[in-house]
């Protein structure tokens, strides 16, 4: 009987139930599951993120009317200096106060002095942390001859947003790049796919392949005077790669589709 109870006493050990803890009850805390990230689509390449509480405004346009119903910003992600993205008016509109601004240095250049507390330059390459999501500056720029007066190499950001481990894209304004290629771990890529600004839907459809993000979704697809074929581009990355989902939201509420 000793021997038995010393072997016992030696297993209660191994188990780190020492004579203090026997009869407690052993708690075990669960680390909380990171939330998933909402995704509001407001208009062609303007959308909101709402993550942990914190609400994250990319390229906000369209006046204050736009964001109507919205949460007050707490991150504001800028990718360039055309007015699809850009927008002073709509910044200066919007209740502002609390919100940090990430933006290229272009975009900076053109906002008023008052805003220059809340600004976070990012040049192509940086990263920079903010409420605990990790921002970082990807290139952005036209490869097409006839295009390259759209989008000079170096000006505008696309960006990779890392939020505790959920890595999300957003291009900008850009072609089928080597640095978009080059991706890795992208749960959720926002890609945009019009002509003649950027590029087709078999461009970026290739480059999907090629970056093979969890999950795409086609915004930015609209110009004058071309459409861009979504369905198309369903079509090829499902047959390329069909474990990426293709993710179809409603950028463009007065269109057809």
Request: glycine share 6%; hydrophobic share 40%; with cysteine.
């Amino acid at each position: 009987m000793k021997k038995l109870l010393t072997i016992l006493s030696f297993f209660l050990f191994l188990c780190g139930v020492g004579p203090k803890s026997m009869g407690q009850a052993v708690m075990i805390v669960e680390k909380p599951k990171t939330e998933d990230v909402k995704i509001i689509p407001i208009e062609h390449a303007t959308a909101v993120l709402e993550w942990n509480e914190i609400t994250i405004y990319i390229d906000p346009v369209g006046g204050k009317k736009a964001f109507e119903g919205q949460k007050l910003p707490d991150l504001i992600l800028i990718t360039d200096i055309h007015g699809d993205h850009f927008s002073l008016e709509t910044i200066q509109e919007l209740d502002t106060h609390k919100a940090k601004i990430m933006v290229p240095q272009a975009v900076a250049d053109k906002m008023p002095q008052e805003f220059t507390p809340q600004i976070d330059v990012l040049h192509n390459g940086d990263s920079k942390e903010r409420y605990g999501i990790t921002v970082e500056a990807i290139p952005m720029y036209n490869l097409r001859q006839e295009a390259l007066k759209f989008h000079a190499k170096g000006r505008g950001n696309g960006y990779v947003l890392d939020m505790e481990g959920q890595r999300l894209y957003f291009s900008g304004d850009t072609e089928d790049i080597p640095e978009m290629r080059a991706l890795k771990n992208i749960d959720k890529a926002f890609v945009c796919m019009n002509l003649p600004y950027t590029m087709n839907v078999y461009s970026a459809a290739d480059a999907v392949l090629e970056f093979q993000p969890k999950e795409i979704y086609p915004y930015h697809y609209r110009g004058r005077p071309n459409v861009s074929d979504v369905k198309m581009f369903k079509t090829i990355v499902n047959n390329g790669n069909p474990n990426i989902e293709v993710v179809q939201l409603d950028w463009y509420p007065n269109d057809e589709f």
